[in-house]
């Protein structure tokens, strides 16, 4: 379906470029869990925790938009009906989910403590980084299922 109609090719795009920006921002959170995981210092680990909510986190919610405009307005090779279709909206359920119910909270306490105590224990490092991970792994099982297109 690509390069068949100019507003299909501008919404791959956004879902292509939102992908890629959704691992950045995973890999930038994974880093600093990483940082506070290895005991790094309270003014690293300020400049690498955020200090509000993360909306960049967040982006990982455009990409079932996208994915379902270019579902819906494609031609049949990128139907609802195919299975990497299915696999990827299931794949994107898990990792919101995770993300929102899991990560970012974890992700809001680590900065909390960090600030209050000037820095946050390594053992919450770790159970951030290890969050963050279960997230990439199923954001890259998604990247992997667009790209395979079983």
Do not use: C
Not at 103 to 110: D, H, I, R
Not at 117 to 143: F, K, M, Y
């Amino acid at each position: 379906m690509i390069a068949t109609s100019v507003g299909y090719d501008l919404v791959f795009l956004v879902h292509v470029m939102t992908a890629v920006a959704v691992v950045i921002v995973l890999v930038a959170m994974r880093t600093a869990a990483d940082a506070v995981a290895r005991g790094a210092d309270a003014p690293t680990q300020a400049r690498r925790l955020p200090k509000g909510r993360n909306w960049a986190a967040r982006l990982v919610h455009l990409l079932p938009v996208t994915g379902l405009i270019m579902a819906l307005t494609g031609d049949a090779s990128v139907s609802l009906d195919h299975a990497w279709v299915i696999v990827g909206i299931v794949l994107y359920v898990l990792a919101a989910g995770h993300l929102e119910a899991r990560t970012l909270p974890l992700e809001a306490e680590v900065a909390r403590e960090a600030a209050r105590e000037g820095r946050a224990p390594a053992g919450e490092g770790r159970r951030l980084r290890l969050s963050v991970d279960t997230a990439l792994a199923l954001i890259a099982l998604a990247l992997i299922t667009m790209l395979v297109q079983f």
